[in-house]
Each structure stands twice: as C-alpha cells, then as structure tokens.
Nanobody
Framework: QLQLVESGGGLVQPGGSLRLSCASSGFTFNAIGWFRQAPGKERGGVSCIISGGRSTYYLDSVKGRFTISRDKAKNTVYLQMNSLKPEDTGVYYC?????????????????WGQGTQVTVSS
C-alpha cells in the first residue's frame, strides 16, 4: 500500500531552520512533491524532486532558502528549510507528484497523510 509519512515540523523563530522528512513505504516513484497549506488558504506545491535527484523545482518564494533532497537507501525525501519566515507557516504534506518547469507541482493522487505543522513565529 502506498504510504508517505511526514515529520520534522515544529515551532521556530523567524530566521530559523527546520528539516522535514517524507518517508515512503518502500515503493519507487518518479517524483515527490512537498505541499503547504497555510491557515485559510488552499494547499499548494512548494518543491518537488524527480527520482534520482536529476531535477528539482521550487516555488519562487522559497528559492534560495529551501532545499529538497532524497536518500534512496532510506526511501526518504527531505526538505531543508532555512531563513524561515512567518509566511512559511502551515501544514506541510508530501505526495507522489507530477512536476514541470514553472514550477508546476501536482499530486497524482487525492490522498494525503496527516502532514507536519510548521509554525514560524517570534
């Protein structure tokens, strides 16, 4: 059964860092995307990585601050978030995705885990 589990969120001050993890149940995938749902807003794509790390995509507002990576041996995708801002606050989810230049980051399935809460506040 396809399963992704997010972790690593927390409360951090502006300018701080967090590393989110997305652990898969051992299946192979072409692309994994990270999505964010801020309070009162729709969920949207933040970053995406193509299998093997050949290509990565970032929302303009996080470029230079967030880095997506993959540990194939651990079946885990990470999102390193630095220089966090209050507007980065939200619940972060990962999902098997389709990703293209734009960036266009779309989940392939309408199935979501519990996500992990990120709160950036002083």
């Amino acid at each position: 059964q396809l399963q992704l589990v997010e972790s690593g969120g927390g409360l951090v001050q502006p300018g701080g860092s967090l590393r989110l993890s997305c652990a898969s149940s051992g299946f192979t995938f072409n692309a994994i995307g990270w999505f964010r749902q801020a309070p009162g807003k729709e969920r949207g794509g933040v970053s995406c990585i193509i299998s093997g790390g050949r290509s990565t995509y970032y929302l303009d507002s996080v470029k230079g601050r967030f880095t997506i990576s993959r540990d194939k041996a651990k079946n885990t995708v990470y999102l390193q978030m630095n220089s966090l801002k209050p507007e980065d606050t939200g619940v972060y989810y990962c999902a098997v995705s389709a990703c293209h230049v734009g960036p266009i980051i779309r989940p392939l399935f309408d199935s979501w885990g519990q996500g992990t809460q990120v709160t950036v506040s002083s």
